[in-house]
């Protein structure tokens, strides 16, 4: 199987990785040389090319299926609109008007679209209730990833993410030093992210559908930070209530509708299609951070 990776960054090259050791050929594609190095030393070909601009996508092989993992880099709604949205819909079109069209798209989303539920559980049939202009922009783009394709006659997922955490990017000191606001944490290890589109794409499954790809467990945050202190053997961090860290004056009101916004992500059909994970839990996928620490080298 051919898979271009539009956007091959944290979760694509991982996602490249394992494809290449199944036997496939991925494609990475970023629009930085650096990024494309990058790509190479994972072992695969890498192809320098803006997913935003439809004659650059040219420079593209053809390919059995697209990955569209691209990132707007943390930047406002404006940024996230011209990634995720225009150029989702320039990387379907140019794919799609090819003579050899692929046969289907996966879209990586985030469970930020979900909104606040006030944390109760939330799964792929729970209307979306977006809190931001950047979370709008991502329902929007979800929108696109499952009608547009149908122009072309092949089928679009949406993969929905929750919180990504893995190697660079545990964040072990975020927790250990604190302050620690409650609410609770939706996560799934970098590994578990590319392993369940691989295994999407490998299956043919969830054709025209939506998966949360999310792990077992939803934590506390409090809980975590003190599990995670724990392990690290260190004193538990200080806490702060929700409506403490709302009082302070430096909070910016995006990120004031993040510590409004709570909820659950559910994994169950995930599970149900047959996707097992490396990593079911932050016990399992902090346990090599944690080791690393305990010996001195650091997240």
Not at 49 to 55: F, K, L, P, S
């Amino acid at each position: 199987m051919h898979v271009a990776i539009l956007g091959c960054g944290y979760v694509g090259v991982e996602l490249g990785r394992q494809l290449s050791a199944r036997g496939h050929e991925p494609i990475g594609v970023r629009r930085s040389a650096a990024g494309v190095e990058r790509i190479e030393d994972a072992g695969f070909e890498g192809v320098r090319a803006d997913v935003t601009d439809g004659e650059a996508l040219a420079a593209v092989p053809d390919v059995d299926a697209i990955v569209f993992a691209a990132s707007s880099g943390g930047r406002g709604a404006g940024a996230a609109r011209e990634v995720y949205v225009e150029g989702l819909r320039t990387a379907i079109d140019a794919f799609g008007e090819r003579e050899n069209s692929p046969d289907r798209l996966v879209y990586t989303s985030s469970t930020g679209v979900h909104g606040d539920h006030d944390g109760d559980w939330v799964d792929e049939t729970t209307p979306l209730e977006p809190a931001t202009e950047k979370t709008e922009v991502l329902a929007e783009a979800e929108r696109i990833a499952l009608e547009h394709p149908e122009t072309y006659g092949f089928d679009g997922t949406v993969a929905r993410y929750a919180g990504l955490y893995g190697p660079d990017r545990y964040r072990l000191e975020r927790y250990l030093d604190g302050p620690v606001t409650a609410g609770y944490l939706n996560m799934v290890h970098r590994d578990d992210a590319a392993g369940a589109v691989r295994y999407l794409l490998e299956e043919a499954l969830a054709r025209g559908e939506v998966v949360q790809v999310v792990d077992d467990e939803p934590a506390s945050k409090w809980e975590f930070a003190d599990w995670l202190a724990d392990e690290c053997r260190v004193d538990h961090p200080p806490k702060r209530t929700k409506a403490e860290r709302l009082a302070d004056d430096d909070l910016s009101e995006a990120g004031r509708r993040r510590i409004l916004t709570s909820k659950r992500c559910s994994n169950e059909k995930l599970r149900a299609i047959g996707y097992e994970l490396d990593y079911p839990t932050f016990r399992e996928g902090y346990r090599d951070a944690i080791e690393s620490r305990r010996n001195g080298s650091g997240d």
